[in-house]
């Protein structure tokens, strides 16, 4: 089976019923994408699919299809970290930081599609991803940010 | 707000479809045995696995089942927003993701989220049964205003083709399915769309 | 006793040794047998020392032997080191070390100790400074209770200010001038003509002299990192980007996957099981029972993929454990014990006479209960073992490294020199990490399995279920009311005892006496009312329980906060003036004022269906104080506004303390409103996050933290934002609604939004 990774093909022979998620982390090493539960409800392993925010746990690889996919590794440009990972360094968001992965591809595919978004429309899109630590305070702060600075082009 | 790219998103569910049901409506029924259709397809319409997604106004879908206690809205304030899948948000695809493969493996998974072989979404607005009583869904379900313009044929087809509702016979995961069967729940669409589709009093 | 804590505050004597290729700075370790030769990640002469500071031409190490949990602990103990040693911690190389006696612990029995923080008078300081000595005499390097600043704050300058003096006495002995003519900047030692050169140039010169030793810390006005409102944890990117590798992210050649079915009757055994079904499954190369720690099944497979799903798939029958099978049997057994005379464990608080008090007139009389508590962090716990003939590896995300070594030593019959574990960062603990029984798991399945790497993840699902939660218990109070003031105030709690089981289970060994986490938090608030008592019972041992953030004070915080704000209540009093005039420690008022100013306290009342509560706690010798804000809407209670404020001595990293404190308020809300573990058939029912769903981001409140630094010494805070935050709460929704809730969590008695 093949998929597209960060831009690299790889080949994996799999179960086509495996999640996404346990091809990056045990068959490719890639382990930006976290597990905390398995049945979406914590969203730590949250990846983009061609752009979309998908719970890499929850996707088999068999419906993968040809989709590419991205993971928090390959977020940034080689020159220059995605403009959602400044935020949330300038705020200094993460505590154990093992959600940190999800929340950041969640809040970049959420920005994508809703470049200017409410305050309750962050709490509508960033409420889905758990964090333990209680970093929400600071999430909010950045999404703003990064929205208020991706406004400035 | 402002949607950057919402039409992209909406993606066809261009899924191959699986005619899985017989719709061959019965030559003649009597106003008594449609309403007595209408009161299985009431049973089915207001059964959780069909009514949590089907709120109305409200963009919130509900959960319900032995690990919530009462119905609750959805957790994680998912809203799935006027595109109805999410995309002002998080999309309901995110989580409910697309299983085309393997069907019979898709929802083994207690408390996952469910998934079928198309694009996960709540129901019109128009079509508002949770919480509803039976004379108002069954105005509702008659009225091609807000039924998507459908006759008792296309709505039969409509059931064959959404493959979201086909879940609500299967959920897997230890989910109650809807009572009846798929095929039955056509019948009976059938059988109430011969009679005339009969409301009961108010 | 006074030679006692001499010998405690001279133990962090700082010396040096010559490595291969440069020198270490670390702590002596006097009498300490002779390097063994099988320790080949030490070179030659670093036994010597423990250290904290590595100097070769490669780099500069600074080791932070305090795991990181999430709460900064790396960073902080990293610029303790740079701020004497003048580096940029960036620019170094951070390693958390191979456990050893040295990095021992002295603060972490601290909050055990019969004198309540408030109390800082010599013979208090003379008790506290014997319980430093404990934790030595047991090796005891721990991470937990909120002590790796108090620990480490001087330990750790010191070491950068030895490395420092001793290279800058290596460049005074090159170029001819007097130390005192040098000075240090950004890793290099700069001379009179302002020639720099660098720590890493000096390193072998260094190895050659004897440290310098006599060193003073510098005054913190001159302090570059610490206390800076900019500094920046130096874990932040990685964890941004991925990079930042967990104990759960490691991989090595040939390595195999493994998960586990235990008992969900913890300490019961397995009777037998049918993995048929399991065995032709993808991916699975073995299936063993396993015995360590918590008895079940294990599948090793290709991918923890296929592990989980051949787990599910086995069948397995089960001895029941010793305990209750249900939360109602649990709680029978924790009512009768409550007020016994026969399950009496302590009364460290009994002040006028409150059977006097109580005989007359009438009584207000409430009863209280707190749920059993999953630590439920975001990292499943995992180990990955190696076993081969000649040592044991292990890889693994812990607050007690040395335990672990010992006992996989004792496992595999190999020398404790031996075992090596490599502590590995964690997403998140609570204090769960203070277990072990994942490790003991995935060393039998290695040792099974010689030379092939084994990495062990519990599913979700088994982490929730073997998670040694937070005691449940259950409180009594009765009191009186006079005058308008609070009069009378008795609090009889029962618990399961919680320190004795967990130190047995890591250590074998029984602990003696009462078990001071019934009340922790409760009987040791600096308070004065009339009549005051505070009684601990002890219930039996039942479900296995352990540490989880805040410990004792994550419950009595509730129950004593609570119970005083009814009372207050019944007298009619303003919440916050008559906490006030109760308090008698000086820093702690100033807290409970200074909350008071920040959410412009004006009564309890905010108008129709708006309310405030205030409440305080001082746990970990911080007194917290919090005032949350609720309204009650048409979808339930809704969280307006929080206010934090503290008291933690000094503040090290601004930005870090106020991301402690209201992590700690949020953690603490999730499971006020929200969690429980409830148990049938000796198990918990709740078994993964849709069953015990914490806080989310729309429900967490606006909130602003301040910090005093008015409390003596240094403090650490991740902990002490726990304890208030469930009866600030809990008030809040009594001035809104007039509901007053006395069980944990409050979802069972009011909806929220």
Known sequence: MR???????????????????????????????????????????????????????????????????????????????????QAWIDHQVAQCGYCQSGQIMQAAAFLDLNPEPTDEEIDAAMSAILCRCGTYPRIRAAVHAAAAKLQEG | MKLKVLAACLLAASSPVLAEVDITP??????????????????????????????GASDRPMWSGPSYGKTRPHGMNIRAGESRIGAEHVLCSTCH????????????????????????????????????????????????ERNGDRDMLALAEHLDHDLILHWAWKPGGGREPAPYSLQAHVNDILIWGTAGFPCPEN | MASVGKIARRTFLIGSAAIAGGVAFGAYMVNRPIANPLLEDLAEGEAAITPFVKITRDGVTLITPRADKGQGSYSIQAY??????????????RDPGLPGPAYYNAEVMAEGSPLPAYDDSATAETIRSVLRVVPKLFALQMTGGSSTVPDMYEKLRHAGAVARETLKQAAANRTGTPRSALRTEDGHVITADGTAIAYTELAAEAAALEPITDVTLRDPKDWRYLGKPGLT????????????????????????????????????ALERYDASAAETMPGVRKIMAVKAGNAGVAVIATNTWYAIQAVNAIDCTWVAPAYPASSAEIFDALEAAVDDPETLDHRQRDEGDVEAALAEGAVFEAQYRIPYLAHAPMEPMNAIVRVTDARVDIWTGTQIPLFIKTRAAAMSGMEAERVFVHVQPMGGSFGHKLEMTHVEQAVEIALSMKGTPIKLTWSREEDMTHDYPRPASVMHGRGKVKDGKVDTFDISVSQSAMAPGWFGRLSGLTIPGPDATITTGSWDQPFA???????????????????????????????????????????????????????????SRKVLETVGALSNWDGPSMGENRGRGVAFCMSFGVPTAQVIEVTNTELGIRLDKAYIV?????????????????????????????SELTYEDYGPVQTNYHAYEGLRLYQTPQIEVQVLEEMPGIRGVGEPGVPPAAPALGNAIFAATGQRIREMPFNKHIDFV
Request: proline share 6%; with cysteine; charged share 20%.
């Open chain 1, 3 to 85: 998929l597209t990774v960060n831009g690299t093909e790889h080949e994996v022979d799999v179960e086509p019923d495996m999640p996404l998620l346990w091809v990056l982390r045990d068959e490719l090493n890639i382990t930006g994408p976290k597990y905390g539960c398995g049945i979406a409800q914590c969203g730590a392993c949250t990846v983009h699919v061609d752009g979309l925010a998908v719970r890499a746990c929850q996707l088999a690889v068999g419906d993968l299809a040809d989709g590419a996919v991205t993971t928090i590794e390959g977020l940034a440009q080689p020159d220059s970290l995605h403009v959602v990972q």
């Open chain 2, 26 to 55: 019965p030559t003649s029924a009597t106003p008594a045995e449609g309403l007595e259709a209408w009161s299985r397809i009431y049973e089915v319409a207001s059964h959780p696995r069909c009514a949590n997604c089907h709120t």
């Open chain 2, 97 to 144: 993701t697309t299983k085309s493969d393997d069907w019979a493996k898709a929802n083994t998974t207690s408390h996952a989220a469910p998934r079928v072989a198309m694009d996960w979404q709540l129901a019109p607005v128009e079509a508002d049964w949770f919480g509803r009583t039976s004379v108002e869904i069954c105005e509702q379900l008659r009225d091609p």
């Open chain 3, 80 to 93: 303790l080191i740079a701020e004497e040693l003048d580096m940029d911690p960036k620019d170094t190389i």
């Open chain 3, 233 to 268: 944890r130096i874990d932040m990117e990685p964890k941004c980007t991925g990079a930042e590798k967990y104990g759960i992210d490691l991989a090595f050649d040939g390595m195999l996957f493994a998960s586990i079915c235990a008992n969900p009757g913890i300490g019961g």
């Open chain 3, 529 to 587: 009312i009339p009549n005051y008592r505070v009684t601990g019972y002890r219930a039996p041992d039942m479900v296995p329980v352990s540490s989880w953030r805040s410990v004792g004070a994550s419950g009595n915080g509730f129950y004593h906060d609570t119970f005083l704000d009814e009372l207050i209540h019944q007298a009619g009093a303003d919440p916050l003036e008559e906490r006030l005039r109760l308090c008698m420690h000086a820093p």
């Open chain 3, 646 to 674: 503290a008291d933690i001595g000094r503040v090290l990293d601004p930005r870090n303390v106020e991301a402690q404190l209201f992590g700690g308020l949020i953690y603490a809300l999730s499971h006020a409103i929200n």
